[in-house]
């Protein structure tokens, strides 16, 4: 699948302004960040899309117009909407007070309309007050790779010294609360990619080295955020007895079979699927605190492909931002 920008339908995105139904607010978009699963659903890594779809969930923008019963925020508010677009509340995921894995969920940019627009509309109960300190382009990234990355970070548990693989997005956030947290973080990049690991270790992170290289001390924890399934025994065999590896993507190329003696020790793997509205308000409120500045890279909307482009080749260092 070709995510087709030129014209259509992001130009129609922009002249039909929709009004909001029961729930809804209509949100003029500020900015809206790209991150790799508009990737993996542009390539069709992940199926079953809405078709035509308008791409993007790392929503900032100011409340335009509310529907019937959309009472939480003011007109003008300026409010982040993320990947979580709706959860059911009923099914025995949400009754468990884990709505992300929710078995109706809908997903903004997936299985609603996103982000790369002028306009969207969203579920007021899935919004959030974007945090006053940052500008839209900069509270942008912090709505997936920031959220995604917390949960991560917290699925990681108390580990001191943790690894992060793939140097990204997400990661450039989450180092910055694990810093602040006083844990080592040992930053895993692209073999070679030697300007990735300076970034690595301009924010902080203790070591800085190729995804092939083994860390200089034992790992309590690792997260994996690039989508490549052969650092799950890569990161397995650098975290101590008892660690955990943190897959924190939603696609992943298949991992290759490894000897059990990689996992046994009672190494755990485990993945993050999704986000809670818990997740969203606990870490919009600990941002500001850390306080997490991003490194953002913007775009302006047409570019929407150029931008997918540079994520791909692996060469944007911090978060592309689309800006209307
Ligand atoms: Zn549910
Ligand atoms: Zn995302």
């Not at 909001?20 to 991150?35: N, S, T």
């Not at 069709?44 to 925020?73: C, M, N, W």
């Not at 790779?145 to 580990?159: E, F, T």
């Not at 955990?244 to 190494?267: A, K, N, Q």
Request: hydrophobic share 45%; with cysteine.
């Amino acid at each position: 699948m070709v995510l087709t920008t030129s014209r259509h339908p992001l130009e129609a995105a922009k002249r039909t302004i929709p009004s909001p139904g029961a729930g809804e607010v209509l949100i003029r978009i500020l900015a809206c960040g790209v991150c790799r699963t508009d990737l993996h659903i542009v390539d069709g890594e992940l199926t079953g899309p809405k078709l035509p779809l308008v791409p993007g969930h790392e929503i900032i923008g100011r409340v335009e117009q509310s529907g019937d019963a959309a009472d939480r925020f003011a007109l003008g508010d300026r409010v982040g909407v993320g990947w979580l677009g709706f959860a059911c509340g009923e099914c025995t995921y949400c009754v468990a007070d884990r709505e992300n894995l929710c078995n109706n969920a809908l997903f903004t940019g997936y299985t609603v309309d996103g982000g790369y627009a002028a306009y969207t509309l969203a579920r007021e109960r899935y919004c959030f007050q974007a945090p006053a300190a940052y500008e839209p382009a900069e509270a942008a990234p912090l709505m997936c790779a920031g959220l995604i990355g917390y949960r991560s970070l917290v699925k990681a548990g108390d580990a001191q010294r943790l690894g992060i693989y793939g140097f990204g997005a997400a990661a450039h956030i989450i180092t910055q609360v694990a810093r602040h947290q006083e844990r080592q973080v040992y930053a895993f990049t692209r073999p070679g990619d030697q300007e990735g690991q300076t970034f690595a270790r301009e924010l902080g992170a203790a070591w800085a080295g190729g995804s092939s290289e083994a860390p200089p001390e034992e790992l309590d924890a690792a997260i994996i955020f690039a989508p490549v399934g052969a650092l799950v025994p890569a990161a397995l065999r650098a975290v101590r007895k008892g660690g955990t590896v943190v897959c924190g993507g939603i696609h992943m190329s298949d991992i290759p079979s490894f000897p059990y003696e990689f996992l046994w020790g009672e190494r755990m793997v485990c993945s993050v699927a999704n986000i809670t509205r818990r997740d969203a308000e606990e870490f919009l409120a600990l941002a500001p605190m850390v306080p997490i500045r991003t490194q953002v890279r913007t775009f302006p909307l047409e570019q929407a492909n150029e931008a997918l482009a540079e994520l791909r080749s692996g060469l944007v260092h911090g978060a592309a931002v689309l800006v209307p």
